[in-house]
């Protein structure tokens, strides 16, 4: 059950490429599970930006000095951003979370490897803390395409066993992709489980090296969302149900973290002719 | 305290803010948000008979004060509606209006028999902003003939004392000659506006930026045309209930749409930015009626249109009192 607040601004950090913005939030961090994500209101009450900017949840405090906070990490890229990134200390801002289905966790202590993309590493890292606190072993694979657009490596590097990081231009890391050093890390870690979050391409690649390797993989996926909880239809992407069918499954309340085997990777931004309800010669 | 009730032709209402089609879904997702009984009524996304996957993604564009949506009517199919979203409305003392689409008079018909004794349902309000797959895909909201077939074969079906309203698109030349034809046809009464045809194009591909290329512009960047066309048909048909809806944001904005002539309100696009926003419009329209001075919504409703002569002086408290009951 989300909540809505009308949240002060504690802080706004630029973190490399990026901006870590924290929000009082009373309610939101109690509901909190990794994986989770938010929808801010951008611009004012007088914004002629309609749409709520979705973000991953990076990290919550429960109690302290302000009640309960909230922090998440975006890219500024266009109005909506630029206008977050102006925030000070003080103002207020309009946020509803936690919204979404959170990343399920394994009832055993297993290994597992997480793969982050860009500032997708955010969600990653709380749920590292809960892989730990089950008595996982956590490895990590970040990736990035220039050192200042790596998110969380000094977290990453504190809480797994092993960090593997990977940049387009090798400023830092190996250069390439991660998935050019995926396999070798699911290999020497005997990985059980892999969880992933960033760009569409990037997932994709991941959830074919985990089905190779033959380890379930759960991705929290990036679809552009207008509304965030359900009800604008915008968000959708194919999804092989647990019937076999596939159907255009909203990411914001089935999503965003989906088996990455059941998504339709090569159909995303189309309707496959064998959806539920695609069109005939009716439509 | 104003009097909130309204009444849309034989049915009745606690009071007139509604969701708008296509942005409450079947109210589930807001009732997180806010009981959803407490608003006037609940406007379903269209339903058409078989489940419908919807168009390709990108489905949306944030413009201008608006947004261009290309969701192409994504759907369960009206048989799984009636086994889990309407008796769910019912459940909770919801007042459900039911959207109906169809590509076919047929298939229009065949839904509002579906939908014919169903507990919850208040009225049903008729998606007319389709293509007619027998006519080479031409709108039906864009044509008075193809209009008034839907809405008489929907009206055959529908029992007597649950409304049927028809939704006019703003994309005519004369959306009177729309209205007046649904209403010949048996509309009890017409929702005013669905969404404006527009279309984006990205710079950076140098193409549409929705994958249906061309989208329903909705926000409060179409709230003027939305008030234009209530003014219209307000006046053309001065008899007819009138559900405003296009933009409205704020209770003054919705108290815009009564004044022009709309009996209730729905609160669309908005809600994507503001889960709460129609309880919120409701309460605001309330206090804006109040300290206006009126004891009653219905009071409100097509002011704007009384002649000259009955001006109300700007230094008037209670401006409503110095109105004749029921003016104009």
Same mark, same amino acid.
């Given at each position: 059950?989300?909540?809505?607040?009308?949240?002060?601004?504690?802080?706004?950090?630029?973190?490399?490429? =990026?901006?870590?913005?924290?929000?009082?939030?009373?309610? $939101?961090?109690?509901?909190?599970?990794? &994986?989770?994500?938010?929808?801010?209101?951008?611009?004012?009450?007088?914004?002629?930006? $309609?749409?709520?900017?979705?973000?991953?949840? =990076?990290?919550?405090?429960?109690?302290?000095? =302000?009640?309960?906070?909230?922090?998440?990490?975006?890219? +500024?890229?266009?109005?909506?951003?630029?206008?977050?990134?102006?925030?000070?200390?003080?103002?207020?801002?309009?946020?509803?979370?936690?919204?979404?289905?959170?990343?399920?966790?394994?009832?055993?202590?297993?290994?597992?490897?997480?793969?982050?993309?860009? =500032?997708?590493?955010?969600?990653?890292?709380? $749920?590292?803390?809960?892989?730990?606190?089950?008595?996982?072993?956590?490895?990590?694979?970040?990736?990035?395409?220039?050192?200042?657009?790596?998110?969380?490596?000094?977290?990453?590097?504190?809480?797994?066993?092993?960090?593997?990081?990977?940049?387009?231009?090798?400023?830092?890391?190996?250069?390439?992709?991660?998935?050019?050093? $995926?396999?070798?890390?699911?290999?020497?870690?005997?990985?059980?489980?892999?969880?992933?979050?960033?760009?569409?391409?990037?997932?994709?690649? +991941?959830?074919?090296?985990?089905?190779?390797? &033959?380890?379930?993989?759960?991705?929290?996926?990036?679809?552009?969302?207008?509304?965030?909880?359900?009800?604008?239809?915008?968000?959708?992407?194919? +999804?092989?149900?647990?019937?076999?069918?596939?159907?255009?499954?909203?990411?914001?309340?089935?999503?965003?973290?989906?088996?990455?085997?059941?998504?339709?990777?090569?159909?995303?931004?189309?309707?496959?002719?064998? +959806?539920?309800?695609?069109?005939?010669?009716?439509? | 305290?104003?009097?909130?009730?309204?009444?849309?032709?034989?049915?009745?209402?606690?009071?007139?803010?509604?969701?708008?089609?296509?942005?409450?879904?079947?109210?589930?997702?807001?009732?997180?948000?806010?009981?959803?009984?407490?608003?006037?009524?609940?406007?379903?996304?269209?339903?058409?008979?078989?489940?419908?996957?919807?168009?390709?993604?990108?489905?949306?564009?944030?413009?201008? %004060?608006?947004?261009?949506?290309?969701?192409?009517?994504?759907?369960?199919?009206?048989?799984?509606?009636?086994?889990?979203?309407?008796?769910?409305?019912?459940?909770?003392?919801?007042?459900?209006?039911?959207?109906?689409?169809?590509?076919?008079?047929?298939?229009?018909?065949?839904?509002?028999?579906?939908?014919?004794?169903?507990?919850?349902?208040?009225?049903?309000?008729?998606?007319?902003?389709?293509?007619?797959?027998?006519?080479?895909?031409?709108?039906?909201?864009?044509?008075?003939?193809?209009? %008034?077939?839907?809405?008489?074969?929907?009206?055959?079906?529908?029992?007597?004392?649950?409304?049927?309203?028809?939704?006019? %698109?703003?994309?005519?030349?004369?959306?009177?000659?729309?209205?007046?034809?649904?209403?010949?046809?048996?509309?009890?009464?017409?929702?005013?506006?669905?969404?404006?045809?527009?279309?984006?194009?990205?710079?950076?591909?140098?193409?549409?930026?929705?994958?249906?290329?061309?989208?329903?512009?909705?926000?409060?960047?179409?709230?003027?045309?939305?008030?234009?066309?209530?003014?219209?048909?307000?006046?053309?048909?001065?008899?007819?209930?009138?559900?405003?809806?296009?933009?409205?944001?704020?209770?003054?904005?919705?108290?815009?749409?009564?004044?022009?002539?709309?009996?209730?309100?729905?609160?669309?696009?908005?809600?994507?930015?503001?889960?709460?926003?129609?309880?919120?419009?409701?309460?605001?329209?309330?206090?804006?009626?109040?300290?206006?001075?009126?004891?009653?919504?219905?009071?409100?409703?097509?002011?704007?249109?009384?002649?000259?002569?009955?001006?109300?002086?700007?230094?008037?408290?209670?401006?409503?009192?110095?109105?004749?009951?029921?003016?104009?």
């Amino acid at each position: 059950m989300p909540v809505q607040v009308l949240g002060e601004v504690l802080s706004v950090k630029r973190v490399g490429a =990026y901006q870590a913005m924290t929000v009082v939030a009373p309610g $939101l961090p109690e509901l909190t599970r990794p &994986g989770h994500f938010l929808a801010v209101q951008v611009g004012g009450p007088e914004s002629a930006m $309609l749409l709520r900017r979705a973000f991953a949840i =990076y990290d919550v405090k429960e109690r302290g000095v =302000y009640g309960g906070t909230v922090e998440f990490v975006f890219s +500024v890229h266009g109005k909506g951003t630029a206008w977050l990134s102006a925030r000070r200390p003080g103002d207020r801002v309009d946020v509803v979370g936690p919204l979404g289905k959170p990343f399920r966790l394994p009832k055993d202590p297993v290994t597992a490897t997480l793969v982050g993309g860009g =500032y997708g590493t955010a969600p990653l890292l709380p $749920l590292a803390h809960a892989l730990r606190e089950r008595g996982c072993r956590v490895d990590f694979v970040l990736g990035a395409g220039s050192a200042d657009r790596l998110f969380g490596q000094l977290d990453a590097k504190r809480i797994g066993q092993t960090l593997a990081v990977t940049t387009d231009d090798g400023s830092v890391g190996e250069r390439g992709r991660v998935s050019d050093v $995926l396999p070798e890390v699911l290999a020497k870690s005997r990985s059980d489980v892999v969880y992933a979050c960033g760009p569409m391409a990037m997932l994709q690649a +991941v959830s074919a090296q985990a089905a190779a390797h &033959g380890a379930p993989c759960q991705v929290a996926v990036e679809e552009s969302m207008a509304c965030g909880i359900g009800v604008c239809m915008t968000c959708v992407l194919p +999804v092989v149900g647990d019937d076999g069918l596939t159907r255009m499954v909203r990411s914001c309340v089935e999503g965003p973290v989906f088996l990455g085997d059941r998504v339709r990777w090569s159909d995303v931004g189309t309707v496959p002719p064998d +959806v539920v309800g695609a069109p005939t010669g009716g439509h | 305290m104003v009097d909130m009730s309204t009444t849309l032709g034989p049915a009745s209402f606690p009071n007139p803010v509604f969701t708008a089609s296509g942005c409450a879904a079947a109210g589930q997702e807001l009732a997180q948000f806010f009981d959803v009984a407490a608003l006037g009524g609940v406007v379903t996304k269209s339903i058409m008979l078989e489940a419908r996957s919807g168009r390709a993604t990108p489905r949306m564009a944030e413009t201008p %004060s608006g947004m261009l949506n290309s969701i192409g009517l994504q759907g369960p199919g009206i048989d799984a509606f009636l086994d889990k979203d309407l008796p769910w409305l019912a459940d909770r003392g919801a007042r459900a209006v039911v959207s109906i689409a169809g590509g076919t008079v047929e298939e229009y018909a065949k839904l509002a028999q579906k939908l014919r004794g169903r507990p919850g349902l208040a009225m049903v309000e008729v998606n007319i902003s389709c293509p007619n797959v027998e006519d080479r895909g031409q709108v039906f909201a864009c044509d008075p003939r193809a209009s %008034s077939e839907v809405v008489a074969a929907v009206r055959a079906k529908v029992a007597a004392d649950v409304p049927v309203f028809a939704k006019l %698109s703003p994309d005519v030349t004369d959306i009177t000659a729309i209205a007046r034809a649904c209403v010949d046809a048996g509309a009890t009464g017409l929702s005013v506006i669905n969404t404006l045809l527009g279309l984006a194009i990205d710079t950076t591909t140098m193409r549409p930026v929705l994958g249906g290329v061309t989208g329903g512009l909705s926000g409060p960047a179409i709230r003027p045309v939305a008030v234009r066309c209530v003014w219209q048909v307000r006046q053309a048909l001065p008899d007819v209930p009138i559900l405003g809806m296009g933009g409205i944001r704020t209770g003054l904005d919705a108290l815009e749409f009564v004044l022009a002539g709309a009996s209730a309100v729905s609160v669309g696009t908005t809600v994507f930015g503001d889960p709460t926003a129609p309880v919120r419009v409701l309460a605001e329209l309330e206090h804006a009626l109040e300290v206006r001075g009126f004891a009653r919504f219905a009071d409100a409703v097509g002011l704007a249109h009384r002649p000259p002569e009955l001006r109300v002086p700007e230094d008037a408290d209670p401006p409503g009192d110095l109105l004749p009951e029921g003016a104009p």
